[in-house]
């Protein structure tokens, strides 16, 4: 139980377009879904918690009309990076917070970012 | 900010050596302690978690954790490795009822077979 995929798991994309991941949790209900992003070699860095039917919670220094959240069902939440640029290039991770846990998160297997 | 320390970056073993992975953390409220291990090309997994009660934790695949509340540390230990246990580890900490998890820089472990 509390497995969480990613989709895609690899996507090489332009400069200046825009590229959608997707988070589900697939055995649960995940009211909280956290967005991560990982640098090489270095850990976890919070992005941006995401409520399902509100806006989501940007951390510091993160632009959130760069990287939209939508969380619109308690199975689903997206990041979609606007107008990505080679900078953007990293491997973001999500996790799922099941209904009723205050602690606990699922963690998806990542989608490494590369752009061109 | 709350911040979370691994000691070391990289360490390196021999099957059946002692392992012991330093982790303190700076919050000094009432914490949840982790520890998440990544193995090449997977994602993370938990190995333990601390929440309250008995400070010594066990955790899967043989591995325990002690939460020392006066050091602010939650160091991870396993008696024997094993090859298998080639990866990154990482601690993490939120507060409690928190949603925030935040992240060591992780110790990758090498076991040499």
Redesign the interface.
């Known amino acids: 139980g509390a497995v969480v995929s990613q989709h895609p798991s690899w996507v090489i994309c332009k400069s200046g377009t825009s590229v959608k991941i997707e988070c589900r949790s697939l055995d649960f209900q995940a009211t909280t879904m956290f967005w991560y992003r990982q640098f090489p070699k270095q850990s976890l860095m919070l992005m941006a918690t995401s409520n399902e039917g509100s806006k989501a919670t940007y951390e510091q220094g993160v632009e959130k009309d760069k990287f939209l959240i939508n969380h619109a069902s308690l199975t689903l939440s997206t990041l979609t990076v606007t107008s990505a640029h080679p900078e953007d290039s990293s491997f973001y991770i999500c996790s799922a917070r099941p209904w009723r846990t205050y602690n606990e998160q699922f963690f998806g297997p990542g989608t490494r970012l590369t752009v061109l | 900010a709350q911040s979370v320390s691994q000691h070391n970056h990289h360490v390196i073993l021999s099957e059946a050596a002692s392992l012991e992975l330093g982790c303190n953390y700076s919050y000094g409220g009432t914490v ?1 302690l982790f520890w ?1 291990v990544q193995y090449p090309g ?5 190995l333990l ?1 601390y ?1 309250s009660g008995d400070p010594l934790v066990k955790g899967i695949k043989g591995f325990e954790a002690e939460f020392i509340k006066s050091k602010f540390s939650f160091n991870l230990r396993k008696p024997s490795v094993q090859w298998s246990d080639t990866a990154e580890y ?1 601690c993490a900490v ?1 507060r ?11 110790t990758i472990l090498r076991v040499k077979s």
């Open positions: 949840n998440y997977q994602h993370l997994q938990l978690k929440f990482f939120t409690e009822y928190g949603n925030k998890l935040v992240f060591g820089a992780g």
